[in-house]
């Protein structure tokens, strides 16, 4: 592992909204699991969020960087309660005077992996999915989790879409890796079709079956060899891929999708399907993204 992203583990953008706590929790859990570092950042505005904008006055920025401080000692609170002296976590914090999408993207490339809410606390950030997850998402260096408010429940299953794509070859082996640190059930889903079974007139779909259930079976083989601590449920359903793993969801305690599919008719499109989990699940969701260093650079 690099030695960046060993010191750095698990890294946290944090603004002090319920979204960004209920990050500091779950990746608080998720560095005790790994035995890593816990990172917590918070980005603050050198500039008055306005059109055009304006430098901070001396009075300003000295509050500024009071608030972010306060945000960053509320997030240690947060996550000490949680970790408890049992599992002890190395925390640490970083208070930046820049703008949070390239400021988390640059320093993703030093961690395993990127937490953050699902939406911050300004009003322009308040949809679905916020304009800072939205695009670290999109641009990180290594796998970003995403999290919500909702508590996702205990002994739940890990699922993970699969396509046979390079990226959800990475993301399955999160999912296994995840799975197995939780002692959960992994569910391996892999939806058939981008189209409905009702726009192809004379579908035998028994017949598709069991070659999807062999192909599917197939990829998961050397993983399950890896992981023989990790009971897997294999679904293979004529379905679109997005509508099917947002269901397996409302079940789950985790979703772990790739960042992009192949793209053909019959493969999960993984880059619109993430985009539509992120959207429109309560549940964590992990984006699949290739760790990426200045000494090992991947791509899927």
Known sequence: MDALAE????????????PSNAAVVWAAREAAMRHVPLTLIHMVNAAVPMYPEMPLSMGMGIWRDEDGRRVL??????????????RPVLISTELK?????PTLVQLSADAEMLVVGSHGRSALGRGLLGSVSAGVVR?????????RDEHAPAGAPVVVGIDGSPASELATAIAF?????????????????????????????????????????????????????????????????ARQLIKQAESAQLVVVGSHGRGAVGTMLLGSV???????????????????????????
């Open 97 to 101: 005077c820049s703008p949070p999408v």
């Open 73 to 86: 000692q509320h997030a240690v609170k947060v996550a000490e309660d949680i970790v408890g002296s049992a």
């Open 274 to 300: 993430s985009n539509a989990v992120l959207h429109s699940t309560s549940t964590p969701v992990i984006v699949a993204r290739p760790v990426q260093t200045p000494s090992r650079r991947l791509t899927v």
């Open 177 to 241: 890796e995840e799975a197995s640190r939780r002692g959960a059930e992994l569910k391996a889903v892999h939806a058939w079709s981008d189209i409905e079974a009702v726009e192809l007139p004379g579908l035998d779909w028994t017949i598709f079956k069991e070659d999807a259930d062999r192909i599917l079976a197939e990829r998961l083989a050397g993983w399950q060899e890896q992981f023989p601590d990790v009971t897997v449920r294999r679904v293979v359903v004529c379905d679109r891929p």
């Open 139 to 147: 641009r990180a260096n290594c796998p970003v989790a995403v999290i």
């Open 7 to 18: 010191r750095r583990g698990i890294l946290v953008g944090v603004d002090g909204s319920e």
